[in-house]
């Protein structure tokens, strides 16, 4: 398929080198729009209070790549109506450091945003993200995003599964479908590992804030999280924990369904 690629870490990260070249080698043709810098827990949002730059460049992918000094929603959104030279058959957005589950962080996230921009421009897309610890997420923050060799071959792993599950999730899904395939890969992550469908699960996270410090400002920090799920379907955060793929079809017409 000819596939548009964004993220969320940015044009830098390693998470969406893998995913470029695992889903070259399943043969797919892409085109690489990425954030400049890091633009995490930004949502859908899109940059509208001062001009956004784009520019090609060249970082050895082998495809066409560019870089937006904007959002992730802002990368796939001037992608579509200025860049590509051709009309791409899908988005997909990843692979994002840490998971993206639950109803508390997906739709906070900058990952699912990238792929959402692509449905509303009525394309098949999907989010990717890989889970790991906080302790390995702070490591990786200290080091330039250099994953150690587990993570590494876990990364690989997991971009592999993705590439094999593009093509059919996304084909499956019809234009204007205003649905997003929302993986999540456990740590570690194996070539054997299962693929279970899930639901969001049902989170509250107070207290993202520190208190106010003396110039009054108020940090963000890694909270509680509350799960108030209600008994019934596998949910994303439980799947993960066991182990397994998480696969969550996150279809945005139900939004106010009664």
Same mark, same amino acid.
């Given at each position: 398929?000819? /596939?548009?690629?964004?993220?969320?870490?940015?044009?830098?990260? %390693?998470?969406?080198?893998?995913?470029?070249? &695992?889903?070259?080698?399943?043969?797919?043709?892409? +085109?690489?729009?990425?954030?400049?810098? *890091?633009?995490?827990?930004?949502?859908?949002?899109?940059?509208?209070?001062?001009?956004?730059?784009? &520019?090609?460049?060249?970082?050895?992918?082998?495809?066409?790549?560019?870089?937006?000094?904007?959002?992730?929603?802002?990368?796939?959104?001037?992608?579509?109506?200025?860049?590509?030279?051709?009309?791409?058959?899908?988005?997909?957005?990843?692979?994002?450091?840490?998971?993206?589950?639950?109803?508390?962080?997906?739709?906070?996230?900058?990952?699912? &945003?990238?792929?959402? *921009?692509?449905?509303?421009?009525?394309?098949?897309?999907?989010?990717?993200?890989?889970?790991?610890? #906080?302790? %390995? +997420?702070?490591?990786?923050? *200290?080091?330039?995003?250099?994953?150690?060799? #587990?993570?590494?071959?876990?990364?690989?792993?997991?971009?592999?599964?993705?590439?094999?599950?593009?093509?059919?999730?996304?084909?499956? /899904?019809?234009?204007?479908?205003?649905? %997003?395939?929302?993986?999540?890969?456990?740590?570690?992550?194996?070539?054997?590992?299962?693929?279970?469908?899930?639901?969001?699960?049902? %989170?509250?996270?107070?207290? /993202?804030?520190?208190?106010?410090?003396?110039?009054?400002?108020?940090?963000?920090?890694?909270?509680?999280?509350?799960?108030?799920?209600?008994?019934?379907?596998?949910?994303?955060?439980?799947?993960? #924990?066991?182990?397994?793929?998480?696969?969550?079809?996150?279809? +945005?017409?139900?939004?106010?369904?009664?």
């Amino acid at each position: 398929m000819k /596939l548009l690629v964004t993220n969320d870490d940015g044009i830098g990260s %390693v998470f969406l080198h893998e995913l470029i070249f &695992a889903l070259q080698a399943a043969g797919h043709q892409l +085109y690489v729009v990425a954030p400049v810098s *890091e633009q995490s827990w930004t949502g859908a949002s899109k940059t509208r209070h001062r001009p956004v730059k784009s &520019a090609p460049v060249d970082r050895g992918f082998g495809c066409p790549t560019w870089t937006v000094d904007g959002t992730p929603s802002d990368c796939v959104n001037i992608a579509i109506a200025h860049l590509l030279p051709e009309k791409v058959e899908g988005v997909v957005s990843g692979i994002n450091m840490g998971f993206n589950c639950s109803l508390g962080f997906i739709l906070a996230s900058g990952t699912v &945003a990238g792929a959402w *921009e692509g449905a509303l421009h009525g394309l098949p897309a999907m989010a990717l993200s890989q889970d790991v610890s #906080e302790e %390995v +997420y702070a490591h990786l923050k *200290e080091h330039g995003n250099s994953p150690d060799p #587990e993570l590494l071959a876990t990364l690989k792993i997991s971009a592999a599964h993705a590439a094999r599950l593009a093509g059919p999730l996304l084909a499956a /899904l019809p234009p204007n479908s205003f649905t %997003v395939h929302n993986l999540n890969f456990p740590f570690p992550c194996r070539p054997d590992t299962l693929v279970q469908r899930t639901v969001p699960a049902h %989170v509250q996270a107070p207290g /993202l804030f520190t208190p106010a410090a003396a110039d009054s400002s108020h940090r963000l920090i890694w909270g509680d999280i509350i799960d108030v799920t209600p008994g019934g379907p596998l949910t994303d955060i439980t799947c993960l #924990e066991q182990g397994h793929i998480s696969h969550a079809v996150l279809d +945005y017409r139900r939004l106010g369904h009664s």
